[in-house]
């Protein structure tokens, strides 16, 4: 700086002179002089001030050294703090994965069960439903067999019906052959009276009974009293032909009301929805067997053993020709004995009952063919 000062007046000395400079010299070296005494004091206070800021930094060092042994000291604290904490966490997380390892396991246990009450759930209610449609099956096959149970009830009853019927018939016609016996046994007795007569005079009376008309016949043929009398005649009065005739037709209208009833109770039971096929089959097979065997009993053959397939059909239907409501044709029995069977029809007498079959022998079978017939032609 002194030096600086000096060439800056040796320049002034030299521009402007020595008067420009000459009384700024001494001030200057006045101040040159007090800087140097300050400076001097200064460099002294400098070293007090740096010994004292050495001191203080030292103190400073000394306290950032005890803060530091301070912090290390809680870093190393918190440093075991946070290992215990990272002990005991650990610790809880090996608890909490067990925790969550039975967690899972009482999960799929609970799903597992909740999948089994499901499925026996669905077991129940499947169950349920099959109890209750065979429940509901079982009262329809109660109330099916209370339906049957009735109508096998009725159709007993109605069996019991017609088997009275048919012990009526039978009864009839038992009597009726017991008579038609005695008439053709007393016949049969007249007829082999009858061939001991010449023969020209029995050629005689058959041509004229064959020549003469019904009412002429009537008139000629001589009384029942005189047949009485004459030994030669017949021993069977027109009256008891009459009533064999009368019998005969009263058998053929019972016949027929049992084969009415038998139709009408075929179309009820043909016409009942709940009477099953199979059930209408087999009565219909055994009322052709009975039929069968009736027949046969009354002809006196055995019965046939064919099978039921050569006589499938319907039921026994109204007869035609055995009607006693349809008119039957003209004959010369009718005319005959026409009057006599108006006659003696006011008499019906009741024919006592009798519950014993006889068998037909062929001859006589024969013989009640050819009678049933003759009406017919």
């Known amino acids: 700086m002194a030096g600086l000062l000096g060439a800056s007046l040796r320049a002034l000395h030299e521009a402007h002179g020595p008067d420009s400079v000459a009384a700024l010299v001494p001030q200057v070296v006045r101040v040159l002089e007090l800087l140097e005494a300050f400076a001097e004091r200064g460099e002294e206070h400098c070293r007090g001030r740096e010994a004292l800021r050495a001191l203080r930094t030292l103190r400073a060092g000394e306290e950032r050294a005890e803060e530091f042994e301070q912090k290390l000291f809680e870093a190393q604290r918190k440093e075991h703090l946070l290992q215990n904490e990272v002990t005991h966490l650990k610790e809880e997380?090996?608890?909490?994965?067990?925790?969550?390892?039975?967690?899972?396991?009482?999960?799929?246990?609970?799903?597992?069960?909740h999948e089994l009450m499901l499925k026996l759930k669905d077991v129940v209610d499947r169950q349920r439903d099959e109890i209750r449609a065979q429940s509901?099956?079982?009262?329809?096959?109660?109330?099916?067999?209370?339906?049957?149970?009735?109508q096998l009830d009725r159709f007993m009853r109605m069996n019991e019906d017609l088997r009275r019927k048919l012990s009526v018939v039978q009864a009839q016609l038992k009597s009726t052959l017991e008579r038609k016996l005695e008439l053709e046994t007393l016949l049969q007795t007249q007829q082999g009276q009858q061939d001991r007569r010449p023969r020209g005079l029995a050629m005689l009376e058959t041509s004229v009974s064959d020549s003469t008309s019904g009412p002429a016949q009537s008139k000629n043929e001589p009384s029942p009293?005189?047949?009485?009398?004459?030994?030669?005649?017949?021993?069977?009065?027109?009256?008891?032909?009459?009533?064999?005739?009368q019998e005969r037709n009263e058998l053929k209208t019972n016949l027929f009301l049992i084969q009415e009833e038998l139709s009408y109770y075929q179309?009820?039971?043909?016409?009942?929805?709940?009477?099953?096929?199979?059930?209408?089959?087999?009565?219909?097979?055994?009322?052709?067997?009975?039929?069968k065997k009736i027949k046969a009993k009354m002809l006196g053959i055995t019965e046939s053993s064919e099978s039921s397939e050569e006589e499938d059909g319907a039921w026994p239907q109204t007869?035609?020709?055995?009607?006693?409501?349809?008119?039957?044709?003209?004959?010369?029995?009718?005319?005959?004995?026409?009057?006599?069977?108006?006659?003696?029809?006011?008499?019906?007498?009741?024919?006592?009952?009798?519950?014993?079959?006889?068998?037909?022998?062929?001859?006589?079978?024969?013989?009640?063919?050819?009678?049933?017939?003759?009406?017919?032609?």
């Open 93 to 113: 997380n090996q608890k909490l994965l067990v925790q969550l390892a039975e967690n899972q396991s009482q999960d799929d246990s609970a799903a597992k069960e």
């Open 136 to 150: 509901h099956e079982i009262q329809q096959k109660n109330s099916d067999t209370e339906a049957l149970q009735e």
């Open 225 to 245: 009293r005189d047949g009485r009398n004459d030994s030669s005649q017949p021993c069977f009065t027109k009256k008891e032909v009459q009533q064999i005739l």
């Open 267 to 291: 179309r009820e039971l043909l016409s009942d929805e709940r009477i099953p096929g199979l059930l209408l089959d087999g009565m219909k097979s055994a009322i052709k067997r009975q039929r």
């Open 319 to 377: 007869p035609e020709s055995d009607c006693v409501d349809s008119r039957l044709p003209e004959s010369k029995i009718w005319r005959l004995f026409g009057q006599w069977y108006r006659r003696s029809s006011k008499e019906d007498t009741s024919v006592p009952a009798s519950g014993v079959w006889e068998f037909i022998d062929a001859q006589e079978v024969n013989q009640a063919n050819q009678e049933e017939a003759r009406p017919e032609e």
